[in-house]
């Protein structure tokens, strides 16, 4: 049996360190520029993809990792150079993970690479789920789908929120209704190709923090998409909708493992926003002299301090034990996903508010990385499941009552 170890391995090491100089050599240097610019960063989204950070390749060299470690490992050090950034270049991910996790074979190669585009043009991808009216209540979603036998195509009528590359996407992965009065068991995802007519978005959303990140609403008019488009394939749907009328009770733990398993890579995320900002307050510490002597020699400060570095260490555990798990198809029977990403969201706001605070009046100042860090904190208590959400997940898990 092999020896217990913490330590990561030659090639995780080289991925951290690699992708480490990226953000610092190119994503630092420009999170100032496009975060106030809020526009999507496309000449470092090409860049990423020169280098082969950004693409399907990259993606699928992480998930092989046997560990499930390597995803993660990337996604703390993009976003410790910028969330907005990061989230423009990992964004994308979104939609593959969706055709990935419910496509055919051949969807995915029909479709995974116009997720990307190419070098020379490269592409973003949105996944479309959320709804003004049905976020964390999915059962609630309006947005319908039908099928036009005549012409086997799928129409999709609706409206999404909060899309992430929502309308500047080529590919659109959008979640539909199929029986409404199935609820969450009669919905279905569906491929929306570039330039598909009916599909729009009006308006980039302005946004508290991840500027760089382009988020729309979507709207869907008449969407006609060909029978292809529906991932999985009109036979696997309609297996599974007869088994739902019937009453047969679902493997609805598929449906709650999907999200449960994309978690500990946005905990992630959230850890490398932390590590950013408690690393830059050390540092200010150190420097930063008051009364005669620097302000880290003050226990206040000093004891802070060790506070970020041991909560931002704890949740890092947290993600890494998920994050092996999801990848070993070990069961989250304690919720373990969500609470990865719980507990490196909140990490993520208390740290980034406290580097603020030892920061004093230079913290509230944009000359300051550390503002800007706060702002995109606060997201990862929201999206991706907010924390209230997260909470009940756990506490479903730990107690087998369908707690409300």
Same mark, same amino acid.
């Given at each position: 049996m092999a020896e217990f170890s913490l330590d990561l391995n030659e090639e995780q090491r080289d991925l951290r360190d690699w992708v480490h100089g990226f953000a610092a050599e190119v994503v630092r240097p420009a999170a100032a520029e496009w975060d106030a610019r809020e526009?999507?960063?496309w000449p470092i989204i090409q860049e990423a993809a020169k280098v082969g950070l950004y693409g399907f390749e990259f993606l699928a060299t992480c998930w092989a990792d046997p560990t499930g470690l390597s995803l993660p490992i990337a996604s703390e050090e993009l976003f410790w150079g910028d969330a907005g950034i990061g989230l423009s270049i990992f964004g994308t991910g979104l939609a593959v993970a969706a055709i990935y996790g419910a496509g055919t074979p051949d969807q995915m190669v029909e479709w995974v690479p116009q997720c990307f585009g190419d070098v020379d043009q490269p592409a973003v991808a949105a996944f479309c789920t959320s709804?003004?009216?049905a976020g964390s209540d999915?059962? =609630?979603m309006r947005t319908r789908a039908s099928y036009d036998e005549a012409t086997d195509e799928w129409v999709l009528r609706g409206q999404k929120a909060y899309a992430t590359n929502g309308g500047i996407a080529g590919v659109h992965v959008v979640t539909a209704s199929v029986e409404p009065? $199935? /609820?969450? +068991? *009669?919905? @279905? =995802?569906?491929?929306?190709?570039? /330039?598909? @007519? /009916?599909?729009?978005a009006t308006r980039k959303l302005r946004k508290l923090g991840l500027r760089a990140s382009h988020t729309a609403d979507v709207f869907l008019d008449d969407v006609r998409v060909p029978g292809r488009c529906l991932l999985g394939g009109r036979d696997a749907l309609l297996e599974r909708l007869d088994r739902a009328r019937s009453g047969q009770k679902a493997s609805g733990q598929a449906a709650m493992r999907t999200f449960e398993l994309s978690r500990p890579t946005v905990g992630a995320? =959230? $850890? *490398?926003? @932390?590590?950013a900002a408690y690393e830059y307050a050390l540092d200010y510490a150190k420097e930063r002299v008051q009364f005669g002597r620097p302000i880290i020699a003050n226990q206040a400060v000093a004891f802070a301090l060790a506070d970020m570095k041991m909560e931002i260490d704890a949740a890092r555990l947290l993600v890494w034990r998920a994050s092996w798990m999801g990848r070993n198809n070990r069961p989250f029977t304690a919720g373990e996903g969500s609470m990865s990403k719980l507990k490196a969201g909140e990490v993520a706001v208390a740290v980034t508010d406290r580097a603020v605070q030892l920061l004093g009046g230079a913290g509230? $100042?944009?000359d300051h990385p550390v503002e800007r860090w706060y702002r995109d904190a606060k997201i990862y208590t929201i999206f991706e499941g907010t924390s209230e959400i997260q909470r009940l997940v756990i506490s479903r898990a730990i107690s087998g009552m369908?707690? +409300?």
């Open positions: 526009e999507t960063p709804e003004p009216e999915v059962g =609630a009065e $199935l /609820g969450s +068991r *009669g919905q @279905a =995802a569906f491929v929306v190709p570039p /330039g598909t @007519a /009916g599909l729009n995320q =959230a $850890l *490398g926003v @932390a590590r509230f $100042l944009r369908q707690i +409300r």
